[in-house]
């Protein structure tokens, strides 16, 4: 079974229910049904026309349900509408999708959830994990915007900051090792750059170009993770930094500055190093006072801490990570790390044992166990 396939074509298949007049909500839960019966049926009968099929069964499972709702008015002309088993046109509704999900009346954050979850397949725990909320307060906020939309007729797009925070949290979940995700983000993200004459639709580009050129370097044969400053930086592709970097100075010039300028602008400064020990900390620290003074996001004040502790000493970055909510995740990795490099070995190991219990992902997980058991080795190299 091609999981890649199907994914690929589910925002196509959902764009054409939704066009033929399904309301949203059905037409997503009718597409579901359809993956499942493909998921049954393909294995042993692989239809030669995929996205037909597709159409076809969930159309069909959209018109089941509305017989059986005897308070739907259209439901005898949706029932001649029925489309044919055959080809369908080959359209890439995706980008259309992300905006019409982004719908005037839906928050900002219940809109990115609804897309996340309805176009970019991701699951209600890596939507939860991203807003660094509890998978059942996520689930409940994707029901209720199902429900708010419900009947809503989409033909008013949304604005293009809830497009871009959608496209950045799809790609930030394929950065973390769905690799499929973080080019269809940045495939999209070119598409509205296209489009679009928008400084931050700019600076996303140039961020998602700048960080998925490190992509190749991120992870060691094993599977393991490779910190930034341990990367071979012969294995970063320089074609994507610089365009990157020329995207970027290009909206920059426009003196509209937004968090993803911002950002890239951090992502640019390290790409720009050629060995780690080079790299500008004090006008990263820089961009960070600018990030934190946009957003006030606790994440990036972590961020910025870490910053500060290579600017100005760990003992700076452990006084800026005081300021920070112990429960923050990834807070003890930082603490961690800070603590080595100020000489306390005994507690950087265990701060590094309790953020590998909190990592959300296996990887992640087995990086922080890797450290904290480095550092104990040492403890028992003295004794």
């Not at 700076?316 to 990795?333: K, T």
């Amino acid at each position: 079974m091609d999981d890649t396939l199907l994914r690929s074509l589910t925002p196509s298949v959902l764009g054409i229910l939704v066009r033929r007049g399904a309301d949203f909500a059905a037409a997503e839960d009718a597409v579901q049904d359809a993956l499942v019966e493909a998921v049954r049926v393909w294995p042993t009968d692989r239809p030669r026309d995929a996205k037909g099929w597709l159409v076809t069964v969930a159309w069909r499972r959209f018109l089941d349900a509305t017989r059986a709702d005897v308070a739907r008015r259209r439901r005898e002309d949706l029932v001649d509408e029925e489309p044919g088993p055959g080809p369908t046109p080959s359209v890439d509704d995706t980008l259309q999708l992300y905006f019409l999900c982004a719908h005037p009346s839906l928050t900002p954050s219940s809109a990115v959830a609804l897309t996340l979850r309805a176009v970019g397949g991701l699951t209600t725990r890596q939507i939860a994990q991203a807003y660094l909320v509890p998978e059942a307060t996520m689930a409940q906020r994707i029901s209720r915007a199902k429900r708010t939309v419900s009947g809503v007729r989409f033909d008013k797009p949304g604005d293009v900051a809830t497009v871009l925070r959608v496209l950045y949290l799809v790609f930030n979940e394929g950065y973390s090792g769905v690799v499929d995700l973080a080019a269809e983000a940045i495939r999209l993200t070119r598409q509205l750059a296209a489009s679009i004459d928008h400084p931050e639709v700019a600076g996303l580009l140039a961020l998602m170009l700048l960080h998925h050129a490190r992509r190749a370097a991120r992870t060691a044969p094993d599977g393991g993770l490779v910190p930034l400053a341990e990367q071979v930086r012969s294995l970063w592709d320089t074609r994507s930094i610089a365009e990157g970097i020329e995207i970027l100075q290009t909206a920059l010039a426009r003196d509209r500055l937004g968090e993803f300028q911002a950002q890239a602008a951090i992502a640019a400064l390290h790409a720009d190093a050629p060995v780690a020990e080079e790299t500008d900390w004090v006008q990263i620290v820089e961009w960070y006072d600018e990030l934190v003074r946009l957003t006030d996001s606790p994440v990036v004040r972590l961020n910025r801490a870490v910053a500060v502790g290579e600017a100005d000493g760990p003992r700076a970055g452990l006084a800026a990570l005081a300021a920070l909510d112990g429960s923050l995740p990834r807070r003890a990795a930082v603490a961690a790390y800070l603590h080595e490099r100020d000489g306390d070995v005994a507690l950087a190991a265990r701060l590094y044992a309790e953020a590998a219990e909190k990592a959300s992902n296996l990887a992640e997980r087995a990086h922080l166990t890797r450290q904290a058991a480095r550092l104990n080795a040492c403890l028992n190299a003295r004794q």
